[in-house]
């Protein structure tokens, strides 16, 4: 008979989060990966679990979670919200709103499924039932973002009970296992800024939300963790303009492979779940390097002359560096991630991204216009890239954890004549770690002038976000 029953589990991860029991065979999994414990005093949380038989060998594991943004954002030149010029937006939005599920049917092999929808605002995420633009903020779209099965080759203990120095895990579906860098990767939930940035070059053209379809391993020798994918990239058909820049047009049906290996210094990380921790509130010692790719042939398309269309192979190599330590006595922390990425995506390839975006082009402005409209701005193309991320936890002195945090991300891409900085700025108010947090963070975005390709102004975002996660 199923019970339904609440556990104390050790330290938890960020996305997902799954631990045993001391009556579990000593082939099932220890856990899912790792997140800073709910508080300062109890290492152990509680956890929603249905156990499927007597030993609690089999069981399934639910995690939900809700992140709600308020924000303020001064638009780029040319934007048009509720059909009006306005260089000022104001509103509130569901940033994720997921659930997820995984089902450990035996001691090798498991499903995952992780479900839910993102980013609706007042006018985008949902179906356009309303009168123009003002009505497509209404039923969002509720997805699958990770189904997958898994199988363990070789698992995290043996027969004995003690922990194997190689470990290996097959599986195949919708997911998440991606390569070249850990901000490809990222959690969404027990992140240091608000959000994950950049985002992935090819996400939502050739994936699905940073998912595509393949098969995967992953596992660890000794302090090397690997995973490595072939995938089958989502379908895309742009037609490149006469002369213009590549666009995403993969008509040849080519796999994409992936891989990334990182090499743990410090305590070893737990990665049985794709999405990796950006911040550990300094409950853990980890210090690693990792590198990583990904491939795919004829993936873009240009137009030359009329009717003369060449492909052009995505090819994006990334080396990363990842730091989180405790300081002193007292549980305060430094975290801090560095990257760096070069892409290949063909001669001049650019794409804009307007976050949730607020904003709508202007048809009728005739001023100096931005490459894109709301608070869109660069965030991929043909060149490379760094990423740098810190923040400081302070003491554990207060009821409410503090953490300060900066990001900068600096790139520099062929189809624009200047290399263009984001900033970030902000404070992680901590009220039960990452389960229950608020956050306020600032950011400053370039603006590209659509003709000459250079900076002529720039944008400032506020956002204060919420987070409930168990």
Same mark, same amino acid.
């Given at each position: ?46 956890? =929603?679990?249905?156990? /499927? ?22 638009? #780029? ?10 260089? %000022?937006?104001?509103?509130?939005? =569901? ?26 605002? *007042? ?19 509720? $997805? ?8 363990? /080759? ?10 194997? !120095? %190689? ?27 608000? &959000? ?44 490149? !303009? ?5 666009? &995403? ?10 891989? $990334?290996?990182?090499?743990? %210094? /410090? ?30 042939a004829n993936a ?7 009717? #003369? *269309?060449?492909?052009?192979s995505i090819s ?6 990842? =730091? &989180? ?11 801090? $991630? ?8 063909g001669p001049n ?20 216009? !931005? ?30 954890? /503090? ?8 790139? #520099? ?35 590209? &002038? ?18 409930? %996660?168990?």
């Amino acid at each position: 008979m199923m019970k339904i029953k609440c556990i104390i589990n050790t330290a938890h991860l960020g996305m997902i989060i799954l631990t045993l029991t001391q009556t579990t065979k000593a082939q099932d999994r220890v856990q899912l990966s790792d997140m800073p414990p709910i508080n300062n005093e109890a290492k152990n949380v509680n956890e =929603l679990r249905i156990d /499927l038989n007597n030993d609690k060998s089999q069981y399934i594991r639910f995690m939900f979670w809700n992140q709600v943004w308020v924000r303020h954002n001064e638009n #780029n030149p040319g934007t048009i919200v509720n059909n009006k010029p306005e260089r %000022f937006s104001t509103d509130v939005i =569901l940033r994720r709103t997921r659930g997820l599920a995984m089902f450990n049917l035996s001691p090798r092999y498991r499903m995952l499924i992780h479900a839910g929808m993102n980013n609706q605002s *007042f006018n985008s995420g949902g179906l356009n039932t309303g009168t123009g633009p003002n009505g497509a903020g209404r039923r969002p779209q509720f $997805y699958v973002h990770d189904a997958y099965n898994e199988y363990s /080759l070789v698992p995290e203990k043996n027969n004995n009970g003690e922990l194997n !120095e %190689f470990t290996l895990v097959l599986g195949a579906g919708l997911h998440a296992w991606n390569g070249v860098s850990r901000l490809y990767s990222s959690t969404t939930v027990a992140s240091l800024t608000l &959000d994950a940035m950049p985002a992935p070059a090819i996400i939502d053209q050739t994936d699905q939300f940073g998912r595509q379809l393949g098969v995967f391993t992953h596992g660890r020798w000794n302090d090397i963790a690997f995973r490595f994918a072939i995938n089958k990239p989502f379908a895309a058909d742009l037609v490149a !303009e006469v002369g213009g820049p590549a666009v &995403d047009n993969n008509r040849d049906g080519n796999f994409s492979y992936s891989g $990334y290996v990182t090499y743990n %210094f /410090l305590e070893r990380e737990r990665q049985e779940y794709s999405a990796f921790v950006q911040n550990y509130l300094g409950s853990k010692k980890i210090f690693n390097i990792g590198a990583g790719f990904y491939n795919a042939a004829n993936a873009t398309q240009t137009q030359p002359t009329v009717g #003369n *269309f060449e492909n052009h192979s995505i090819s994006i190599v990334g080396v990363d560096a990842f =730091l &989180d330590l405790p300081i002193g006595r007292r549980g305060a922390a430094i975290t801090s $991630y560095v990257s760096y990425t070069n892409s290949k995506l063909g001669p001049n390839y650019l794409r804009n991204l307007g976050l949730i975006n607020p904003g709508l082009e202007d048809p009728s402005f005739t001023g100096q216009r !931005e490459l894109g409209f709301g608070n869109s701005q660069i965030f991929a193309g043909t060149g490379d890239f760094w990423y740098l991320q810190a923040g400081y936890l302070f003491p554990n002195f207060l009821p409410i954890r /503090l953490q300060p945090f900066a990001s900068i991300y600096s790139r #520099n891409f062929e189809a624009v004549n200047e290399r263009g900085n984001s900033y970030q700025a902000g404070m992680n108010f901590l009220i039960d770690n990452h389960r229950t947090k608020i956050v306020f963070q600032y950011e400053n975005r370039p603006m590209f &002038d659509n003709e000459t390709k250079y900076i002529f102004r720039r944008g400032s975002e506020y956002v204060l976000g919420f987070q409930i %996660f168990f």
